[in-house]
C-alpha cells in the first residue's frame, strides 16, 4: 500500500525559505511519478512541481520556476520541494502526490492517485 507523508510546512515572512518532504513508502516499482501540488483558500488546486522517478525530465510551473526546486533522496524515498525568495501568493496547502506512470515526464495533468495529508505553508508580506 502507497503512503505519502509530508512535513515542513510553516509561516515564514516574504523572501524566506522553506524544504518541504515527503516520505514515500509501498512503491513495488523503480519508475513512477510523484510531484507537490497546492491549493489555496478559494482557488482550485495546481501542479506546482513534478519528477520522474527514475530519471527524466522536472516540470515546474511558471509562477515558481527559479524560486523552487524539487529533488529526491533515493534511498530514503523521499521528496523535497525547497522553496526560495517564497511570496504571500505562495501561500497554500501543499501536498505530495504520486501515480505509476513510469515514463520520463510526469504530466501535471496526469491522474496522480496517491495523495498525501498536505502540509500548511504561509507566506505573510
Known amino acids: 500500500q502507497v503512503q505519502l507523508v509530508e512535513s515542513g510546512g510553516g509561516s515564514v515572512q516574504a523572501g524566506g525559505s522553506l524544504r518541504l518532504s515527503c516520505a514515500a513508502s509501498?512503491?513495488?516499482?523503480?519508475?513512477?511519478?510523484m510531484g507537490w501540488f497546492r491549493q489555496a483558500p478559494g482557488k482550485e488546486r495546481e501542479a506546482v512541481a513534478t519528477?520522474?522517478?527514475?530519471?527524466?525530465?522536472?516540470y515546474y510551473a511558471d509562477s515558481v520556476k527559479g524560486r523552487f526546486t524539487i529533488s529526491t533522496d533515493n534511498a530514503k524515498n523521499t521528496l523535497y520541494l525547497q522553496m526560495n525568495s517564497l511570496k504571500p501568493e505562495d501561500t497554500a496547502m501543499y501536498y505530495c502526490?504520486?501515480?505509476?506512470?513510469?515514463?520520463?515526464?510526469?504530466?501535471?495533468?496526469?491522474?496522480?492517485?496517491?495523495w498525501g495529508q498536505g502540509t500548511q505553508v504561509t507566506v505573510s508580506s
Open positions: 509501498g512503491f513495488t516499482r523503480s519508475r513512477y511519478c
Open positions: 502526490a504520486a501515480n505509476s506512470f513510469s515514463g520520463a515526464y510526469c504530466s501535471p495533468h496526469f491522474n496522480y492517485n496517491y
Open positions: 519528477f520522474p522517478i527514475g530519471g527524466g525530465t522536472t
